[in-house]
């Protein structure tokens, strides 16, 4: 069966400092892989997706970037962080064959910036 | 573009309650529907789902029907759990998935 797996669980970071989250699948090949955020009391934001290796697309214009170096990998990733980059990292994939499936979601991460 | 309207909470109720979270869309084709659960400090997990109009998805002893007449998926359980008490977000497919804002369910014991 299929798994996501996303880390860390919980980050604190200060202000300017960089920033690397991981999401890996197992048990599946050239999934559509996605970012999210959820700011505090807030809905989700998608950030960026990928449908193959080193393909990157973003939703919105921010301090973040993404990467996906191998099928089953996605980084999120910043050079210097803001206060407004907290909030709660979600990952999600589905099967790149087939749009109508439903996300996968991975357990989140965790994000204060102070 | 698509997008996915859905009743602002929070929403209270006692065990037992009847709970409804309304849930409107806009597309331009039929797309599947969503509804997704997170209970606190967790990610989304998929509830139900509906691929085309008429459809009904069910789960945990919720409902919902997909109604193209009123572009509407309405999440309904007859008798609700403290263990139901979650967010429940309302998501339409297209190539990324649009959320609705989420609706905040507690329920009391």
């Known amino acids: 069966s299929q798994t996501i797996h996303q880390w860390p669980a919980t980050l604190v970071q200060p202000v300017g400092s960089p920033l690397s989250l991981e999401c890996t699948v197992e048990?599946?090949?050239?999934?559509?892989l996605y970012w999210y955020r959820q700011a505090a009391g807030r809905g989700l934001q998608l950030l960026f997706y990928?449908?193959?290796?080193?393909?990157i697309s973003s939703e919105v214009p921010q301090n973040l970037s993404a990467s996906r170096p191998q099928d089953r990998q996605f980084i999120l990733s910043s050079k210097k962080l803001l206060l407004s980059d907290s909030g709660f990292y979600l990952c999600?994939?589905?099967?790149?064959?087939?749009?109508?499936?439903?996300?996968?979601f991975g357990n989140g991460t965790r994000l204060t910036v102070t | 573009g698509d997008s996915v309207t859905q009743m602002e909470g929070p929403v209270t109720l006692s065990e037992e309650a009847f709970l409804t979270i309304n849930c409107t869309y806009t597309a331009t084709g039929y797309p599947s529907l969503f509804w997704y659960v997170q209970y606190p400090g967790e990610g989304l997990q998929l509830l139900l789902k509906?691929?085309?109009?008429?459809d009904k998805g069910s789960n945990k002893g919720f409902e919902a029907t997909y109604r193209k007449e009123t572009t509407s998926f309405h999440l309904e359980k007859g008798s609700v759990q403290v263990s139901d008490s979650a967010v429940y977000f309302c998501a339409l497919n297209d190539y990324k998935l649009s959320f609705g804002a989420g609706t905040t369910v507690t329920v009391r014991a």
């Open positions: 509906a691929t085309k109009a008429d």
């Open positions: 048990g599946t090949s050239n999934p559509n």
């Open positions: 999600a994939w589905r099967p790149g064959s087939s749009y109508n499936s439903p996300l996968h």
């Open positions: 990928s449908v193959g290796i080193g393909q």
